[in-house]
């Protein structure tokens, strides 16, 4: 995938819209010092070419009641491309994980799941977790507290 050539504008523009996505177009011209029209050319133009891929409202999971996440290092029991998409598949329909990376090294995948409390982890682990096919391992990491979560990239 080709890297988007960003200039000054689109920076700004990208710096805007990580902090308040749904900022007004005519409020966000205004924030780096353009026209509406330019602006929202520009808006179209960062979202066609994917380095806009959505929008979202971020939602607090403590205020919601999922003041438990967990980290949880999974290792199948053969890193095959089946076990590996199998895997994927599985964990992605799961609305607890709300994370799932693919790694390099001891651990095939490392998720984070969100849950209300650790007897509700518990029951996610052994009632869904476990019974997948082809886990060989897996640990938990009950995370104490987020010293830093953020969603803004350094552009």
């Not at 960003?6 to 900022?23: T, V």
């Not at 996440?69 to 599985?90: C, E, H, M, N, P």
């Not at 992605?92 to 998720?111: K, R, T, Y």
């Not at 409390?117 to 987020?146: C, H, N, W």
Request: proline share 4%; glycine share 6%; aromatic share 6%.
């Amino acid at each position: 995938m080709p890297t988007y050539k960003l200039d000054d504008a689109d920076r700004r523009i990208l710096r805007e819209l990580q902090r308040d996505g749904a900022m007004r177009n005519d409020a966000l011209a205004e924030h780096i010092a353009l026209t509406a029209a330019p602006t929202l050319r520009r808006v179209r133009a960062l979202e066609e070419a994917g380095v806009i891929s959505r929008y979202v409202a971020l939602v607090d999971p403590e205020r919601i009641g999922l003041g438990v996440r967990v980290k949880v290092d999974v290792r199948l029991a053969a890193q095959t491309r089946d076990a590996i998409d199998g895997f994927s598949a599985s964990v992605s329909a799961m609305p607890e994980v709300i994370e799932c990376m693919i790694l390099f090294g001891e651990w095939d995948f490392q998720l984070t799941v969100v849950a209300r409390d650790v007897e509700d982890y518990q029951r996610f682990v052994l009632d869904r977790l476990a019974k997948l096919p082809g886990i060989g391992a897996y640990r938990s990491t009950l995370i104490m507290r987020v010293v830093k979560h953020t969603t803004v990239l350094p552009v």
